[in-house]
């Protein structure tokens, strides 16, 4: 598939260094990485959107289940600096650490990391874009998780970068639907116990 390459709505800074500007994901590279396709991605969009309620610079990042079910969720506003795949490594990285345990000890991830980003601009790929791409992959790495799709929420619609796919709402400025429209919430956790106390806060988030 051929995808759109817009300058980025982060531009890098002509001062930023050949480490900075090599941690981002080109498109091509980013579709040959074996990334899970996701099977309802509306549904996962459109239930974190009524969760989280996103506005640019928002970024939502996600951890579903084997079968999809959202186990738990968090979301924060991107700060106004260069677009650099370590510093976003680093805030994705924190926010699985608050609403969820890690995966190491297994062998191979069972649960898989998304991200949705809103921003302004339109669907195509930006070098910001590129940069929460190589944060993501990095960030499942270091908490054992499978590193998912990567959304973004523009004023035009929802994309999955990498796979064509998208829709038209929810947008940037939609309000959010119903759950009943769109998913129903995740039921709590029957394990005790610490972990369970964190997905039950993330569930009620």
């Given amino acids: ?26 498109p091509a590279e980013w579709a040959s990485a074996g990334i899970p396709l996701l099977r309802s991605p509306r549904e996962v969009v459109s239930g974190l959107h009524t969760r989280h309620r996103p506005t640019p610079d928002t970024a939502i990042v996600a951890v579903l289940d084997p079968d999809e079910r959202l186990l738990a969720s968090a979301s924060f506003t991107r700060r106004q600096a260069q677009a650099d795949g370590w510093m976003f490594r680093n805030a994705l990285l924190a926010q699985l650490r608050r609403v969820i ?5 297994r062998r191979t991830p069972v649960r898989t990391a998304v991200l949705l980003y809103c921003r302004e601009g339109d669907a195509r790929w930006t ?9 993501l992959r990095d960030a499942c790495t270091l908490h054992g998780l499978r590193c998912g799709a990567y959304i973004t ?38 394990t005790g116990g610490a972990a369970s106390e964190v997905l039950r806060r993330a569930a009620a988030r």
């Fill in 1 to 26: 598939m051929t995808l759109g390459i817009a300058p980025s709505s982060a531009p890098l800074s002509t001062s930023t260094s050949a480490a900075s500007s090599n941690r981002l994901l080109e």
């Fill in 153 to 190: 929420l523009t004023r035009d619609g929802w994309q999955v970068l990498g796979e064509g796919r998208g829709g038209r709402r929810p947008h940037a400025g939609s309000p959010p639907e119903p759950f009943g429209l769109s998913e129903a919430p995740p039921p709590l956790p029957r």
């Fill in 101 to 105: 345990p890690h995966d190491l000890r």
């Fill in 127 to 135: 070098e910001e874009d590129g940069a929460w791409m190589w944060g």
